[in-house]
């Protein structure tokens, strides 16, 4: 987002909130450990776990939050297939995402799971007021504050919010819910169909059904491996690849780590605020 200033262009980078990142953090972790313990040659075949890594197409350019992917890397040149797509939305609403998913489904419909991810808050967010008292007190300090100077103290009755600091609400988060669609048949996955599965890791952690659903998922991507492998090398046998996964995930530590994120990206919005009120060209502009 660009900002004008009187003889002065400011260009502000919004990098992804703390909130946004934290949704498939500890899930990457767990599917890139799973997919590199299986035994193959790896000379041959290779499989990513990436997040906010760029895809492109003719019909489309967009950055998922997480990906699985697939290659070959034979002498041959081979496109890459997506096999599974996350995409969580924090201020992106759910008809935006819901679009993004549909698009990326037109130019791959090999992919096997797609994971859609909701951090809803209780209200639309609003930075402080012009004059307000938290506009007043943090012009009269004259500096930012660090994350342990702003943020209050994590009780366990406001793990998710809201978090108030400086006498201001900066987040206060009312479910984090995920929704799971895998694959059936030769069909491409319907996003207008009930989604595989659905599960809560807030108000309250109900995740058993999400956790069968990308056990699925990653069943069916060891199955595109261990297809493409008959045809790259069809002397050995893959079917070893064919074990039914166990990915376990331990949801209480995603609450715990998500929880933090909440208050970190309170912290953001706050130095955000700061950055358009009491910085550069428009502090002295406040000041005079």
């Not at 007043?136 to 930012?144: D, K, L, M, P």
């Not at 045809?231 to 780590?257: G, M």
Request: proline share 5%.
């Amino acid at each position: 987002r660009m900002s004008y200033f009187p003889h002065r262009m400011i260009l502000i980078i919004y990098s992804p909130l703390p909130v946004h990142e934290e949704t498939t953090s500890e899930m990457s972790f767990t599917i890139s450990h799973a997919l590199h313990s299986i035994q193959y040659n790896r000379t041959l075949l290779k499989t990513s776990v990436l997040t906010n890594s760029r895809m492109y197409s003719e019909h489309l350019f967009t950055i998922p939050d997480m990906q699985v992917t697939m290659k070959p890397t034979t002498t041959t040149a081979a496109e890459t297939q997506l096999l599974w797509m996350a995409e969580s939305g924090f201020t992106q609403s759910r008809v935006a995402i819901m679009t993004k998913m549909e698009d990326t489904l037109l130019s791959h419909e090999e992919l096997l799971l797609i994971l859609m991810i909701l951090v809803k808050e209780r209200k639309k967010y609003a930075s402080p007021a012009a004059n307000s008292v938290t506009w007043n007190q943090t012009r009269e300090e004259g500096s930012v504050r660090t994350y342990s100077e702003f943020a209050p103290e994590r009780t366990s009755d406001k793990l998710f919010g809201p978090v108030i600091a400086m006498g201001h609400e900066w987040i206060d988060i009312e479910s984090v819910d995920y929704f799971v669609w895998v694959k059936s048949g030769d069909q491409r996955i319907d996003l207008a169909a009930p989604p595989t599965a659905h599960g809560t890791l807030f108000p309250n952690i109900d995740m058993d059904n999400v956790t069968d659903a990308l056990n699925h998922g990653l069943d069916l991507v060891k199955a595109t491996m261990s297809s493409t492998l008959d045809l790259i090398e069809p002397s050995v046998n893959h079917r070893h690849l064919l074990t039914p996964s166990a990915l376990t995930f331990n949801w209480e530590l995603d609450s715990s780590s998500m929880s933090v994120a909440v208050y970190e990206t309170a912290h953001a919005r706050y130095c955000d605020w700061y950055c358009r009120q009491f910085s550069g060209t428009k502090r002295r502009r406040v000041d005079n």
